[in-house]
Structures are given as C-alpha cells and as structure tokens.
C-alpha cells in the first residue's frame, strides 16, 4: 500500500498475524567475554491491523475503535515492525 493509498479506518485495514525476529540480549552488567553465551533471537508475534504494508516496514495496531456518531477512528499499540525481521504475514479472517 502506497503512502497515498493508506487507509485509516479500520474496517478497510487487514487483520494479520505477523510472525517475526526479535534481538534478545542486552545484559545490564559487565562479564568477561568468554562468560558471555550465544542466545538466538526471539521468535515473536504480533496480531493487528496492518496499518501500513511498506517495502522497508510493517506497522500493525492491535486496538482499534471504528468511527461512528461523534467518534473518530482511533488506535493503540501501533508497532512498527522492519520487513527484514518479518518471517511471515498471515491474513486472519473476521467472522
């Protein structure tokens, strides 16, 4: 989805499943180098809205409100996620 074809209501935006990698690591203390252990990365998922489907990135926004009589739509939780982590989208179906 092109810039100029984004959507921002929600009843036009696809439910996914995204399955992606993560960093995991980061310890906050100082150890010697050969203390340190090789860790894979975190294998995560996230289920939303997919707010915007660009070549570089995947932002998807798990709540919604849809607009309605004196309500505007909305969203939280939006997470941007980079396409190079990405491993799999899945579309969900409403029912």
């Known amino acids: 989805m092109a810039d100029d074809e984004k959507t921002h209501d929600p009843a036009e935006m696809r ?10 690591g980061a310890d906050p203390r100082w150890q010697l180098l050969e203390d340190t252990e090789p860790r894979h990365p975190a294998q995560c998922r996230s289920v939303g809205w997919l707010a915007c489907d660009e070549d570089d990135y995947k932002t998807v ?11 505007c739509a909305q969203g939280s939780g939006d997470m941007t ?5 990405v ?3 899945v579309d969900l179906v409403v029912s």
């Open 81 to 85: 996620i980079p396409t190079s982590a």
């Open 87 to 89: 491993r799999r989208i």
């Open 61 to 71: 926004i798990p709540h919604t409100i849809l607009p309605g009589v004196g309500v």
């Open 15 to 24: 439910l996914v499943l995204i399955e992606w990698e993560d960093s995991v």
